[in-house]
């Protein structure tokens, strides 16, 4: 039973989803990378990509989310970079990022926005006294 276990795991591929790239900011579009690793089943041109992206409770449209596959340090290690047209208004962002045709791998990530950095404030220059 072993063998034939062992047997079928060096027969499978598998497409690997890895880490997401890129910030979550408040009132700014969400914009990620995220690297991918084909295996010899799979061809960039054929990922069938597709993500659900949620704010909270409330689901981005897919019309406001693209997809495109960017080249990656090698050809079986393209990138997604997933982009929203809608700025992040809620501190929880979910993704749900699929990819391949035949065997589809799933991942999700949950990321926490926060506020961009302000710019630091300067102050006034000190007002010189009048001559009087």
Known sequence: ?????????????ALTIGR?????WIGKPLDLVVPLELDRSE???SLC???DVQQGDI???????????????SPDAPRVHLRTTRAIEEPVVTVKLTAGC????????????D????PPVMASPPRLAAPG
């Open 59 to 73: 689901r981005v449209d897919d019309k406001r989310v693209t997809l495109s596959l960017d080249p990656g340090p």
């Open 102 to 113: 035949v065997t589809k791998s799933t991942r999700q990530y949950v990321l926490l926005a």
């Open 49 to 51: 990509l597709e993500a």
């Open 1 to 13: 039973m072993g063998l034939l276990l062992l047997g079928a795991a060096l027969q499978s591929f």
């Open 20 to 24: 997401p790239n890129g910030n979550a």
């Open 43 to 45: 061809r960039g041109d």
């Open 115 to 118: 506020l961009p950095e302000a």
